[in-house]
Nanobody, 116 residues
């Protein structure tokens, strides 16, 4: 079982920036995909961004051009840089990994609140 430790959430005004971090207890190389999901109150959890072992990235249309996912292989950590935040980005953000056996693990979640 992989452990995922998230950090970086908080309260920010619209237009501001935050960077989320997710440190994994295993090597990044053991994951097919590392990514971020979010869940707003009353809504389903949705993919925000993901990065494959090969470095290919994928973003939700709603965050393209504003959010950037990256990975520090030496630290087994994936980041989500969020710029131009909007109130509709308010949600609990979850780190997620899929290992080479297609097993998924989730972080505990970190709250992001964007005030208007």
């Amino acid at each position: 079982q992989v452990q995922l430790v998230e950090s970086g959430g908080g309260l920010v005004q619209a237009g501001g920036s935050l960077r989320l971090s997710c440190a994994a207890s295993r090597s990044w190389f053991s994951f097919n995909v590392m990514g971020w999901y979010r869940q707003a109150p009353g809504k389903q959890r949705e993919l925000v961004a993901e990065i494959t072992r090969g470095g290919r990235t994928n973003y939700a249309d709603s965050v393209k051009g504003r959010f950037t996912i990256s990975r520090d292989n030496a630290k087994n950590t994936v980041y989500l840089q969020m710029n131009g935040l909007k109130p509709e980005d308010t949600a609990v953000y979850y780190c997620n990994v899929e290992d080479v056996g297609a097993r998924r693990s989730w972080g505990q979640g970190t709250q992001v609140t964007v005030s208007s």
